[in-house]
């Protein structure tokens, strides 16, 4: 079975609540960042949110990226 959709997987599949609870999101000068909380207390990028286009191009807030802990949000 093939299924064509625009829609996350996350939202197809879900997946435990537990890993939903390690997220947060946090503000970033192009919106907000939904960031997920590592074992080593870093953070990694899931997804920007954001109404201004241009911010999707910023390699900086790339899903996937990790921010330090040291920096303050």
């Known amino acids: 079975m093939i299924l064509y959709t625009t829609v996350p ?3 197809l599949y879900p997946t435990d609540q ?4 390690k997220q947060i999101t946090i503000p970033c000068e192009a919106g907000s960042l939904m960031v997920e909380q ?4 870093d953070y990694r990028i899931i997804r920007l949110l954001s109404s201004d286009p241009h911010a999707y191009l ?8 990790i921010l330090s802990s040291t920096l303050r949000y």
């Open 9 to 11: 997987l996350e939202q």
């Open 18 to 21: 537990s890993d939903y609870e």
């Open 38 to 41: 590592q074992g080593d207390g």
């Open 58 to 65: 910023n390699p900086a807030y790339e899903p996937g990226t």
